[in-house]
């Protein structure tokens, strides 16, 4: 069953390890406080690896990268706006105007399903919050 944001999942999954010991009322207070309701994924994937749900260091970093290379956000509900293209844009000028880093253009591209770089005056985008 699909759910609206994180916090929710994370309580999803937080009940259902619960009910097999049997503390499903303890277990979302004490473990992912943080998580729950929090609508930023950056700040999710960190309270959730400091909550110990992982002990890897790089746990926040490594699902952050996994989110933003597969364009996860874009089954968030409010997860991104839109952008017209106009003349001059490429996908870099774009990212580095409305994402702060050319870099991020890669973000764009799996949002929006393209193959590659190439884009059209008119074309309308759908862009990461």
Not at 1 to 10: F, T, V
Not at 37 to 66: M, Q
Request: hydrophobic content about 35%; charged content about 25%.
């Amino acid at each position: 069953m699909p759910h609206p944001n994180i916090g929710e999942q994370s309580l999803h999954r937080i009940k259902l390890i619960g009910r097999d010991f049997g503390q499903a009322s303890l277990l979302p207070r004490v473990c992912h406080a943080a998580v729950i309701g929090e609508r930023n994924y950056k700040k999710a994937c960190a309270a959730v690896h400091k909550a110990g749900y992982a002990t890897d260091p790089g746990y926040a970093d490594k699902l952050i990268r996994l989110i933003e290379t597969y364009g996860l956000t874009s089954y968030d509900v409010d997860a991104y706006e839109t952008y017209t293209v106009v003349k001059g844009d490429s996908l870099w000028s774009i990212a580095k105007r409305k994402l702060g880093s050319g870099g991020r253009h890669p973000e764009i591209m799996a949002l929006n399903g393209l193959k590659s770089g190439t884009i059209k005056i008119g074309q309308t985008l759908k862009i990461p919050k």
